[in-house]
């Protein structure tokens, strides 16, 4: 951990709470409305909880093993743990009660067991469903068009709870095409927020990463998950 790494994340941190406040004044919301999530991948435990000390107050992992095998060392008497990536139903029972929040419902299956393994913890879990916006074959998260449908089947489940959704949009090669997939987005979030479901709520957008947070906030997310803006580019092969 040399000062310089230190440096640039402290350098970085504060730009990204600058631009963030920005872009939600931009739509008529404070700082305070949006959620500055750190994607932590591939970060050292002491990286991250040097960005804790800075304030950061939300952390994503999106891996089990690694999450695991960093959870000891993380500074979390203010900071929330949450779970990002794809999520196998298998794994589910070694991060209930572990992570605040899950990001990637895509299914009944997995819904129903981290409702399950929830429910052996004698705790409710929070769960965004996960939402393939860009039709993509490659990606996970539910299609637009089945949205409704899991909502429906997942609702009654006592164990969880449905805070919201969450989205990572096809890579675009323009600001204008990836804000149309955010806005999309937005436009369902509305429209499930609208229909007041029982036992769904529509409290959290989760959309926006490094390269377009900026883009996201305008178009209506409440929650940006940031990785290399702020922790600079990845190393996978540490
Ligand atoms: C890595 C990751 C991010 C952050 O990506 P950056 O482009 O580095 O900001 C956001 N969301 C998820 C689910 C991720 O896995």
Same mark, same amino acid.
């Given at each position: 951990?040399?000062? %310089? &790494? ?27 409305? /949006? ?12 990286? /991250? ?17 690694? &999450? ?18 794809? #999520? ?9 009660? %572990? ?50 449908? #899991? &909502?429906?089947? /997942? ?21 204008? %095409? ?26 959290? &957008? ?11 906030? #305008? ?20």
């Amino acid at each position: 951990m040399t000062e %310089k &790494l230190l440096d640039n994340i402290n350098y970085n941190y504060h730009l990204i709470e600058e631009r963030i406040a920005e872009a939600a004044a931009k739509v008529g919301k404070s700082r305070e409305d /949006i959620t500055f999530l750190a994607a932590t991948k591939t970060v050292d435990a002491e990286v /991250i909880n040097y960005a804790i000390s800075l304030g950061l107050r939300y952390i994503g992992e999106n891996k089990v093993q690694e &999450l695991l095998s960093k959870y000891d060392d993380y500074n979390l008497q203010n900071t929330s743990l949450q779970f990002i990536g794809h #999520l196998q139903s298998n794994k589910v029972r070694q991060i209930v009660g %572990k992570v605040d929040l899950i990001q990637s419902v895509d299914s009944v299956k997995l819904a129903k067991e981290i409702s399950k393994q929830s429910a052996k913890n004698n705790i409710c879990t929070d769960v965004l469903v996960e939402v393939n916006i860009g039709m993509e074959e490659s990606k996970s998260g539910v299609l637009p068009e089945n949205l409704h449908e #899991l &909502l429906d089947e /997942i609702k009654d489940f006592d164990n969880i709870s449905v805070k919201g959704l969450m989205t990572i949009p096809p890579i675009c090669d323009s600001k204008q %095409k990836i804000s149309n997939f955010f806005a999309k987005m937005n436009n369902i979030f509305i429209d499930i927020s609208s229909k007041n479901i029982d036992n769904i709520s529509m409290d959290i &957008l989760s959309m926006g990463m490094s390269a377009d947070y900026y883009e996201a906030i #305008l178009s209506g997310a409440n929650m940006v998950r940031i990785g290399s803006s702020l922790f600079g580019a990845r190393n996978y092969n540490k």
